[in-house]
């Protein structure tokens, strides 16, 4: 049965760090594209990062670039997302997602509906 458990969440002070990690089991990581959201309440789940399935292409949003760096480890089936430099606007729930993909491809999305199995998401909450 596919499966995708988030963990790695928690309170951190501005500034702080974490990395997030998403296992998966049931299914070979290696045909997947990987993307990880947040949904912050009253607002819409937005695309944080994602990863293709060769790895070899990633995309972040604006608000993100230059302090979260994705990164996959096929053989550990885990995507991790490490988070620096965190604000209190970084504060939500974060859910990582996948979508099958042809071996070594490099056609990603930030797009929710993109994705087509989801994670039940860890808390990341930023605050002094």
């Known amino acids: 049965q596919l499966q995708l458990v988030e963990s790695g969440g928690g309170l951190v002070q501005p500034g702080g760090s974490l990395r997030l990690s998403c296992a998966v089991s049931g299914f070979t990581l290696d045909y997947y594209a990987i993307g990880w959201f947040r949904q912050a309440p009253r607002k819409e789940r937005e695309g944080v990062s994602c990863?293709?399935?060769?790895?070899?292409?990633?995309k972040y949003a604006d608000s993100v670039k230059g302090r979260f760096t994705i990164a996959r480890d096929n053989n550990k089936n885990t995507v991790y997302l490490q988070m620096n430099s965190l604000k209190p606007e970084d504060t939500a729930v974060y859910y990582c997602a996948i979508r099958r993909m042809p071996y070594y491809a490099s056609l990603v999305s930030l797009e929710p509906i993109w994705y087509t199995n989801w994670g039940q998401g860890t808390q990341v909450t930023v605050s002094s």
């Open positions: 990863i293709s399935s060769s790895g070899g292409n990633t």
